[in-house]
DNA sequence: TCGAAGATTGTCT
DNA sequence: GACAATCTTCGAG
């Protein structure tokens, strides 16, 4: 097993540890089991500036976590019935966090089966940022722990060169649609959705 | 206290 | 492709 991504990894650029996330592991441990995934999709929000992360609004109860020592996580519920995972990055005072939206099961599959209503194909159980945390078993419990310890953790996984790592504007939001934050691993099967390959248009399919 | 929007997903056409 | 399900958060009244 790799080793535990250090408190400084997070503490640098974020667009950087976006990157770097590729190919690491997280890791979720619950009474049912643990259950691990290599990350294959990321996306950065990189403080108040950006319109599209949650501390453009500033800081709320909600956002504090933002604000906080990096390392740390970020788990909110979105639409009524999804959860999101987000690693904390940066020194305290700059709120921005990176986004996991994707990753390859790696161990204990058949307990993500299970959390994932029996899905038969393995891609459907962790290609998506709800998905992802539905199969891992992340909820709100695990909002503002640390990524050094148990329940929660991000190892070392495999190295990721540069010209494997392909850029794209975010998935799912409304403001700053064009900033290109968004980092996959190209050509995984895992990633939620694949870059549009017809010009012309402005929508992810 | 109320209303609107949201870093999504699954199902139907 | 389009849309409903569902509820937390936040700002306005």
């Known amino acids: 097993m790799g080793r535990i991504l250090p408190r400084d990894f997070y503490n640098r650029e974020t667009e950087i540890v976006a990157q770097e996330m590729l190919g690491t592991i997280i890791e979720c441990t619950t009474p049912e089991g643990t259950a691990s995934a290599m990350i294959v999709e990321t996306e950065a929000y990189i403080g108040e500036h950006d319109l599209a992360c949650h501390a453009a609004a500033g800081r709320t109860k909600r956002t504090a976590l933002l604000y906080g020592p990096p390392g740390f996580s970020y788990v909110y519920f979105i639409y009524g019935m999804h959860w999101c995972f987000n690693a904390v990055t940066r020194a305290e005072g700059m709120p921005s966090a990176v986004l996991v939206r994707a990753a390859e099961p790696v161990s204990g599959k ?12 393995d891609v459907d159980l962790t290609n998506g940022p709800g998905k992802l945390c539905e199969a ?27 010209d494997e790592i392909e850029t794209t504007p975010r998935i799912g939001i ?8 968004r980092y996959i691993i190209r050509g995984n099967p895992y990633v939620s959705r694949f870059p549009r390959t017809s010009p012309g248009k402005n929508k992810q399919v």
Do not use: F, H, T, Y
Not at 174 to 181: G, H, M, N, Q, T
């Open 110 to 121: 058949s307990l993500m089966r299970e959390r994932r209503n029996e899905m038969p194909r």
């Open 136 to 162: 891992l078993g992340i909820d709100g419990a695990m909002n503002g722990v640390s990524l050094q310890k148990k329940p929660l953790v991000i190892r070392e996984g495999r190295a990721v060169r540069p």
């Open 174 to 181: 409304s403001r700053a649609v064009d900033w290109p934050l």
